[in-house]
């Protein structure tokens, strides 16, 4: 939610973690609201709001700009009292981003990783995929998701919202047996 009034009643009700797409930008009390509560939040990058998000993005540089935008959402956050590792930020694939900017995220996700927080991606059975691959929207983009969460994993995810939970937990799995200590 982007709302205080709606994440109070969450939190009353046993909720931990608050994910704001407008990244305290919707109700900025609601910052406040996550630090007194101790909740972890993310904080994600669109462009516009939900309405006008696809009408024409445009970017000089798309991963700089995102990374300099969660950069002082979570300076704000921060300032507001929310303890810099209950932070996660969220590049917002798909938020206002063309086929292009997507792929620049992921191509260039280390950048974003390189801001200290964890880095949660929501690349599910997105628009782009399908335009990628050829396939109609739904639950025929299980392989491209997991084929895109695998290389936001080895970019520096550690987070993912998916669909598809098995077929994404496996090539998570089988990605990270690749990372293994080569000393065990």
């Known amino acids: 939610t982007s709302k205080a009034a709606v994440a109070r009643a969450a939190l009353a009700a046993g909720a931990t973690y608050v994910n704001d797409v407008t990244a305290f930008r919707g109700d900025p ?56 590792e209950r932070i996660r930020v969220d590049p917002g694939i798909g938020f206002g981003k063309t ?21 949660l991606v929501g690349v599910s059975r997105k628009s782009f995929l399908a335009r990628l691959t050829g396939t109609e929207p739904g639950p025929g983009l299980a392989a491209a998701t997991a084929a895109a969460n695998v290389l936001a994993y080895e970019r520096g995810a550690s987070a993912f919202r998916v669909h598809d939970v098995r077929a994404t937990a496996d090539a998570l799995r089988v990605a990270a047996a690749t990372f293994a200590d080569d000393d065990a």
């Open 29 to 84: 009390a609601l910052a406040a609201l996550v630090a007194e509560a101790g909740a972890d939040c993310c904080l994600m990058h669109m462009r516009g709001e939900p309405r006008t998000m696809q009408a024409d993005p445009r970017y000089g540089d798309v991963v700089a700009e995102v990374a300099a935008f969660l950069e002082e959402r979570a300076g704000f956050a921060v300032a507001e009292g929310v303890a810099p």
């Open 99 to 119: 086929l292009e900017h997507n792929l620049e995220l992921l191509r260039r996700l280390p950048e974003i990783a390189a801001l200290g927080f964890p880095v």
